[in-house]
């Protein structure tokens, strides 16, 4: 039985590009995304495609029990979970604060914050019991400045962060690597930074910035150090880490 | 008609004293806190007897529009407010992942995290017309770091943090100061740490570590870095700073 | 007898200008500074017109000896030292790595932290014998986030904050209290900016960012921050704080 | 030609572990180190044995021209020096202010500080002409919080880091890549850890916390992270992680 990859959040971007990742390494990689099953279908042919394992579920994080069941699921149909990726987003784009409704910034935190909490209350149990786990989060540049406009995001991604440290205090001991992966950049996501300016000024961007510029930062490389930190040796695990691209400054530069 | 300084979490430790030491400078102390009408009554009593200006309310910060309907009632009922004292906790003391409820740990966002949004909601706007006003954002170490049976704390101290930074960035410009004030170490507050030690222990703590040797934090001390942070000439604003008594090591040491 | 407040650094920015505000709340203000006995004279005049006490001397830190033989004579002849204002700057503009000579890059070292480190290797046992004293430390934003250009300039601060984060933990429990003053902006200061920028350009952005803009940090407000810190009760020292003007960024956000 | 991988402080630990793991990747390792002739015979020896590439020199790093002088001679008679790995520590134990002399603290800042300088400017202009280069730093707790008794340690720490970000922020966009790695434990290292202790207390510390109990930091999995991080994507470079074992809770815990 193939140890399971569960990945929460699996567009076409970091998350479905890390599924594919660990489908490649062995893992069965279970992946779930909130709508486009055509997208999610796509995504485990592919994988089958290359001789790996997967399925997948739409669901959306932030209803109850939608979370747990599947991992509850998982556990039972196919295989013990041995890495979670979370990486939910909850950018919104820029609001002020006076734009920013209370359900807005109550959805960053449900996405943001407390989805996490509730796939570390359900798969972190499991994880102590068997004795060895890796968590993956995606973070965003949010989690450690608030800025203009962020309110929601911020706030959701400070959380996250500090939620991470809480669990690796509590969970290291017993095998359970925490990883806060600290995306300090544009990501090549269609699904995502795509969506979020449109095709047109997407595909503008891609031909300026991306590309052989290399600056926007490549799931297919974001991957690599994704598999990497779930391989480290537990003498050596790292808690926190940045990723930007080199064209880019870092964000305590700008 | 004076200008207000409104606490929300006006008990006998920070919040209390501090709007004591506003009300003594010449604001109206809006005094609210969850229970306890009898220490609210004493509170205002108290500041009265002094020559000072205040008022009080029991609210359920949690509550849909308690906040909110209170701001309103201040303005339109004693006047503008010009200082916010932010100082509700959301510390439930160490609980492990397993034994951190959904409930305690949204209940810890919406304390934390949630209701400073709603109070910088409502009261921001009307600070921004004006061109001036400071919100002090008591906060704690779990606002910097994580630790094991913190998650539902530190998540929330977490989102508290990066929600100040976020406001300063968006109002700084517009007269309004926003100060993160790192509570770093116990406070000599009998309805928080008292009513979480129980009377016997705490009152072994203030004999032992508080009194002359000044290792517990004291209110009345507290409240005049409140005040001067408040006071600060608009060209050199303190954005963030820490407080602990001189016989505990900084939290990065501990 | 007076206290002696020692300022390292004692130009018409802010180390003469807290020098002064020490001086009227009934310090003895020791000021020193490398150059310009005129304006060292001033200083020392303006302070005693006001109904103050103050002395002077001129002095290169880098020397060897220059600051304990300062201290030592001002322990033997004037009284004993309470408070230290280490207010040296080492900011020498944007230099790319290959226009940083050794000589500019150990200079910064020189005066950004090993100063520190003399005179609080001076002072710091004498203020232990006593079971009081106080360093405020000026510090810029170069001590926590490097930047292109700043090579000298950041290594040589982030060596000071973590020289005062040593020292706090060594000697806070003796009653020793160190502030590191993160200064995020413009001060406007003719001995430093103004130098920097030549009397045309500092006149210019005095105009347009400074007086009743308050763009530029002023130092009499800065004065009242440190006076500030030093008259914290013991048991809510600040070890750390930033403070920039409300018109700026805050340096996480630029 | 092959490029090199030139390591200051090439001892038995982290540095002579990395360059046999470059070298088994295709590196010629070009090793430093201050003592002990046999030991870097060895290490050479032993890479060749593997069927790698290797040299090596004795060398004080805090000399005049020592680096400087190695770096030319590498380039000149060896290969381009497409990586260097900066891994000379300058802990000395923990000592009061008092215990520490001006000579000490000075040690330190050469080693912990000085030294990245000068290779970093010996070794970046010719990287940024070639488009391309990696300098992985080692680098300890101290660099991010400081504590009693590492004055001079943490002093020189917090310099190197903030000389990173410095070197980062000029030059990543040129191809080079500075990514300053946090080592937040104790190393199973003979040369450094083991002399510290001595001999027995070394054989006892691995015997319990290290071997199966994985609670000492091995070498040999840190070099699998340095080599990652070495070949990341230009899209998507890590500036700063920490590492340590998961038996260790994180520095900002303890």
Redesign the interface.
Known sequence: MKPVCLVIGAGAGIGGTVGKRFAREGYHAALCRRSDQDGLNKLVADIKAEGGDASGRLLNAVEADSIENYVRAIESDVGPIEVVVYNLGAQIGNR???D?S?KA??MG?RIG??GL??V??AV??LMEERGKGTVLVTSST??????????SH????????????????????K?I?VAHILVDGAV?APDTLGKMLGAEKFRELRETRGMEN?????PG??A??YY?IA????????????????????????
Chains 1, 2, 3, 4 share one sequence.
Do not use: I
């Open positions: 002020s604060l006076q920013t209370y910034f109550e935190w914050t407390f909490f509730r570390a209350s972190c149990p949010a989690a450690v400045r608030g800025n203009a406009g962020q309110h911020a706030a959701a991604m400070g959380g996250r962060r500090m939620l991470c440290q809480s669990l690796n205090a509590q969970f290291a001991s095998g690597h090549d290399d600056g926007l930062m490549l490389k974001m690599d150090t990497h391989q480290q040796h537990r003498s050596v695990w790292t808690h926190e880490l940045d990723m930007r691209s080199f064209t880019d400054l870092a964000w305590w530069n700008h």
